[in-house]
């Protein structure tokens, strides 16, 4: 018996090792050696953290982590001023090296600012800017010359109503009480002859169910 499982032990290193003789991969390069010339290219320290993922340093206001998957894949997320993410999942490393090279040369505004500058622009008179707030414009006549005003609209400027003027007295003034109520002149409704034909009887509660 110890000879059998002493035979089959051996067998199972003769297999380990011929597989181990055999593995081979076309990675020219180990992750370090990978970031290390990623490091060069975009001239940036990288550093490994204690879970395994990688780092690039002195890069503000930008922030990339780099996760090592399997050989030359790997995934990268990378955010902006903290607000903003982006995500590249299974990618070589010739494109994680594009892609680092490409968003740290970006000048992209971020969402918030982005955001605020839209908001700005919008706010800004579309008509000609400080031409249409033209206070020596009439705004009396339309675009075509004529009056737009009514005569029988009271004027909202009035030269009494000016702060540098003295307050006016306060007039006498009426109350509710002073105003007549007006009598209405309603009516009760009346009935048809044939609604007041309608009458709804109702029978005795009974036990049981209902019939149908």
Same mark, same amino acid.
């Given at each position: 018996?110890?000879k059998?499982?002493?035979k089959?032990k +051996?067998?199972? $290193?003769?297999?380990v090792?011929?597989?181990?003789e055999?593995? @081979?991969?076309?990675?020219?390069?180990?992750?370090?050696?990978?970031?290390?010339?990623?490091s060069?290219?975009?001239?940036? =320290?990288?550093?490994?953290?204690? *879970?395994?993922?990688f780092?690039?340093?002195?890069?503000? =206001?930008?922030h990339?982590?780099?996760?090592?998957?399997?050989h030359?894949? &790997?995934?990268a997320? *990378? /955010?902006?001023?903290?607000?903003d993410?982006?995500?590249v999942?299974?990618i070589? @490393?010739?494109?994680l090296?594009?892609f680092?090279k490409?968003?740290?040369?970006?000048? *992209?505004?971020? @969402?918030?600012?982005?955001? /605020?500058?839209k908001?700005v622009e919008?706010?800004?008179?579309?008509?000609?800017g400080?031409?249409? +707030?033209?206070?020596?414009?009439?705004?009396?006549v339309?675009s075509?010359?004529?009056?737009?005003?009514?005569d029988d609209a009271?004027?909202?400027?009035?030269?009494?109503? +000016?702060?540098?003027?003295?307050?006016?007295?306060?007039?006498d &003034?009426? $109350?509710?009480v002073?105003? =007549?109520e007006?009598?209405?002149n309603? $009516?009760? =409704?009346k009935?048809?002859?044939?609604?007041?034909?309608?009458?709804?009887k109702y029978?005795?509660k009974?036990?049981?169910?209902?019939?149908k």
């Open positions: 018996m110890d059998s499982r002493q089959i +051996n067998y199972i $290193k003769k297999l090792k011929e597989s181990i055999n593995k @081979y991969t076309c990675v020219k390069k180990s992750w370090g050696e990978m970031m290390e010339d990623l060069n290219t975009i001239d940036k =320290p990288i550093v490994m953290d204690d *879970a395994g993922n780092t690039v340093c002195e890069c503000e =206001p930008y990339i982590s780099i996760r090592p998957i399997v030359d894949i &790997f995934d997320v *990378a /955010h902006k001023d903290g607000c993410r982006t995500k999942l299974y070589k @490393y010739d494109d090296k594009k680092v490409d968003y740290l040369n970006s000048d *992209a505004l971020n @969402y918030v600012d982005d955001a /605020h500058n908001a919008n706010s800004k008179d579309k008509e000609g400080s031409k249409s +707030n033209d206070v020596n414009k009439d705004l009396s339309n075509d010359g004529k009056s737009i005003k009514s009271d004027d909202m400027n009035k030269e009494k109503d +000016n702060p540098d003027e003295p307050m006016s007295d306060v007039e &003034f009426k $109350k509710m002073d105003y =007549p007006k009598k209405k309603y $009516k009760q =409704p009935l048809s002859p044939d609604l007041k034909k309608l009458v709804i029978g005795k009974g036990r049981g169910r209902p019939r």
